[in-house]
């Protein structure tokens, strides 16, 4: 492996072998040329401290109030950056489907050969032969899907979330996940468990079945001694046979047709997959109405969610935070929002509009344990409930907020994809004329490297 990041040889032909066969057409992921930009980071960089209870996050000064380029990657072209809602690392990935990994790395997640954390992006040499097309991260783990259809996990293992086909120590450098079945085409990631969709339109789950997270029709529990609980996780991903319509009042539970799946997401303890005719179903654990099914019980199997199913009523694409989530309708313009994202307002137990983003034209959505930004039109619209630390992006005059606003910082700034996970947001930024240039020269950069052990 070279300094910099680039592969070797064998690791180069490989990729080179594959990007071949894309041409060709013969894989999972789709090879397009992904529009990309200048990364930009605020929220809080103490990494041991963020969503720990301890309120000593607030204290810290080396939070980014405002948003900031990072010094490693201020000349380096962004064009995805990882999905995830609560696990306290960073993933972005390259212009040359290279991953840069920064954050928490207890476990070994950030797929960099060590338990270290990270102050400064680092490229995970591990999976340089391969181009990769999307992150995923956990509380403890991570997903990385290829271009080529493969998916490679790091982090605990514990309770089957990588995919090892059984119990594991901790994998510090990605390892491929045991699966045989079609290219996977897209990955997503809860506390302790992983969701995989592949090209078929099959969606297959492993890890922690607790609340019925891995939609199996079964929540994992058993007693092992006396008044001693555990749980039977699954190590090898499994595919998702039974989908049901239920009609509440009536008691009645219908089976479905297995759906073509084209969309997935993760929240902490639950999941929301939207098929080829925006049609919207969620399983996982139901409190404050996270499910969308105007109530609070946990779904074993994938549920139908009836409020969406309907002529003009459809999503084309639902992103998952902790507990809420938000789906972009097929109605241009309207976005919906069910669960619930402060515990000052009541939850929404079945989608509704959420006015603020009405007539928008939204272009990406990331939600975290408690907030959310959207990048539409030309402006940056965030939400971030009370305690804050940086991921509204405001700047130090304006900490938080529990009403959706304006991100002002980014006025003059054509931000083409947001990111986000406990107390930060990843925004990237389009680079491509040289106003845009000069504009992004403005924000700070920032170099934490005299801050890594």
């Known amino acids: 492996m070279a300094a910099n990041g680039h592969t070797e040889n064998g690791a180069a032909e490989k990729r080179k072998a594959e990007d071949e066969e894309e041409t060709n057409g013969t894989n999972g992921a789709k090879k397009e040329k992904l529009e990309g930009g200048t990364l930009l980071f605020s929220g809080a960089t103490e990494w041991k401290l ?32 990882g999905k995830n809602c609560s696990s306290a690392n960073c993933f972005a990935i390259d212009d040359e489907g290279q991953v840069w990994a920064w954050g928490r790395n207890e476990a070994g997640q950030l797929g960099l050969g060590d338990q270290k954390d990270r102050q400064v992006p680092t490229l995970v040499p591990a999976i340089s032969g391969y181009e990769v097309v999307e992150v995923a991260s956990g509380k403890l783990h991570t ?5 080529c259809g493969k998916v490679f996990a790091a982090g605990s293992n514990d309770d089957g979330q990588c995919g090892q086909g059984r119990k594991t120590g901790s994998l510090d450098t990605p390892k491929v996940v045991q699966h045989e079945g079609a290219d996977i085409t897209s990955i997503a990631t809860g506390e302790k468990f992983s969701v995989m969709l592949d090209k078929e339109g099959k969606v297959w789950t492993f890890g922690h079945p607790e609340n019925g997270t891995l939609g199996h029709n079964d929540d994992g529990k058993f007693m092992q001694k006396a008044n001693k609980v555990e749980f039977r996780c699954e190590f090898s991903p499994k595919q998702l046979l039974v989908w049901v319509e239920k009609d509440t009042k009536a008691k009645e539970v219908t089976p479905l047709t297995v759906p073509v799946i084209k969309g997935i997401s993760c929240g902490t303890n639950h999941t929301v997959a939207v098929d080829k005719d925006n049609k919207a179903y969620s399983w996982g654990f139901g409190g404050y109405g996270r499910l969308g099914h105007s109530e609070t019980a946990d779904e074993l199997v994938p549920r139908l969610i009836k409020y969406l199913d309907g002529k003009n009523r459809g999503v084309k694409q639902v992103v998952c935070g902790q507990a809420f989530n938000l789906g972009v309708s097929e109605l241009p313009g309207m976005v919906n929002m069910w669960g619930i994202y402060t515990t000052s307002k009541e939850a929404n137990m079945y989608p509704k509009p959420v006015q603020d983003l009405s007539g928008w034209n939204v272009r990406s959505i990331a939600c975290s344990t408690k907030g959310w930004t959207v990048a539409c039109d030309d402006s940056v619209i965030a939400c971030q409930p009370s305690p804050c630390y940086g991921e509204l992006g405001n700047g130090d005059k304006k900490k938080s907020s529990a009403a ?33 240039k000069a504009a992004l020269e403005k924000f700070t950069v920032l170099d934490q490297a005299d801050m890594e052990d």
């Open 50 to 81: 963020v969503g720990r209870k301890a309120g000593d996050l607030s204290k810290s000064a080396n939070t980014q109030w405002k948003p900031v380029r990072l010094e490693a990657l201020k000349d380096v072209q962004i064009v995805g950056v």
């Open 143 to 147: 997903l990385f899907l290829t271009s």
């Open 404 to 436: 959706p606003c304006m991100v002002d910082t980014l006025d003059g700034i054509h931000v083409l994809k947001v990111g986000a996970g406990p107390a930060h947001t990843l925004y990237i930024a389009r680079n491509e004329s040289e106003k845009e």
